[in-house]
């Protein structure tokens, strides 16, 4: 199944504000998130904690997807063009990562 998602360069905003957002180009929101760290004002001790460092790298990660996934595609491209006797299980893993695309 080939899933659709956002195209474009994906980045992350407002890291110094709450919440920090994910955005593509420069008008469409992927993502809005927010931090639950003991040291903030909107702390809830119902939810697990989340860092406002933790949160900032899962930011930044996210806003990474879409070039990290052509970088797998393009590495996986380069393998299947060598026509290895072989598939490694660290190639089976990165096949398996972008099945869904």
């Known amino acids: 199944m080939k899933t659709e998602f956002t195209k474009g360069k994906w980045r992350a905003c407002c890291l110094d504000a709450k919440p920090h957002f994910i955005f593509a180009g420069e008008d469409k929101t992927i993502c809005s998130m927010f931090c639950n760290d003991k040291k903030e004002s909107h702390y809830e001790s119902m939810e697990g904690i989340v ?43 990165a096949k398996e990562g972008i099945k869904f695309y």
């Open 51 to 93: 860092t406002k460092e933790e949160c900032v790298a899962n930011a930044k990660l996210i806003a990474a997807a879409p070039e990290l996934l052509e970088s797998l595609m393009r590495f996986i491209k380069f393998v299947d063009d060598q026509k290895l006797e072989y598939e490694s299980a660290m190639i089976r893993q």
